[in-house]
Structures are given as structure tokens and as C-alpha cells.
């Protein structure tokens, strides 16, 4: 079955730590822009952090920069977002998802996953 798979999520205090996983099955992740989504109470999706198919370049919303790493295991297909000194205003749903164009926008997701949630309190 070819799906994704996010896990990782909870409850953490501002200031915090977690570490996101998302396993990809029935497909590899070579051939996709790869990237980390969420979706804030009462906000539109907003696009976190991708990795390009084409160089490899990362992309992180200024919100997040120098907080979240995105990273990638191609042994375990699995796509990975760390994120540091974590703030309230990150509380939201992860979702990861995969696309064939070049771009780091949900619209152009082919797949993505159900989503897991981080709750960040002060």
C-alpha cells in the first residue's frame, strides 16, 4: 500500500524539543520533493520545510528557520523533522507529503500522510 505515515508528535513546553517521523511505504522517496506541512487551529496550511528532488536543497518557512532541521533516511524511507526551542505559536497538525514538481506547496502534493499533532504550552 502506498502511503505515509507520520509519528512523533505530543505535548511538549515551550522551549522544548521533539522529533517528527515520517515513514513512506509502497513507494521510495528518491523521485519526490519531500516536505513537512501544518496546519495551525483556525489557519490555512502552511508549508514548514521540504528537501528538493532536483538538488537536494532545503527549504524552511522564516517562522522556523534555525529551529527545525529536515532530514531524510533513504535506507529507512523515512523523512525526519527535527525541531528545537519549539514556541506555542508552533502548535499545529504535521503532516508530511510528497510531490513531483519541484515545489514545496501542499496543493501539489501527490500523497501525504494523516497528519500528527504538536501541542507546544508556555
Known amino acids: 500500500e502506498v502511503q505515509l505515515v507520520e509519528s512523533g508528535g505530543g505535548l511538549v513546553q515551550a522551549g522544548g524539543s521533539l522529533r517528527l517521523s515520517c515513514a513512506a511505504s509502497g513507494f521510495t522517496l528518491d523521485d519526490y520533493t519531500i516536505g513537512w506541512f501544518r496546519r495551525a487551529p483556525g489557519k490555512g496550511r502552511e508549508a514548514v520545510s521540504c528537501i528538493s528532488s532536483s538538488d537536494g536543497s532545503t527549504y524552511y518557512a522564516d517562522s522556523v528557520k534555525g529551529r527545525f532541521t529536515i532530514s531524510t533516511d533513504n535506507a529507512k524511507n523515512t523523512i525526519y523533522l527535527q525541531m528545537n526551542s519549539l514556541k506555542p505559536e508552533d502548535t499545529a497538525v504535521y503532516y508530511c507529503?510528497?510531490?513531483?514538481?519541484?515545489?514545496?506547496?501542499?496543493?501539489?502534493?501527490?500523497?501525504w500522510g494523516q497528519g500528527t499533532e504538536v501541542t507546544v504550552s508556555s
Open positions: 507529503g510528497v510531490s513531483l514538481r519541484d515545489m514545496c506547496v501542499y496543493r501539489y502534493l501527490e500523497l
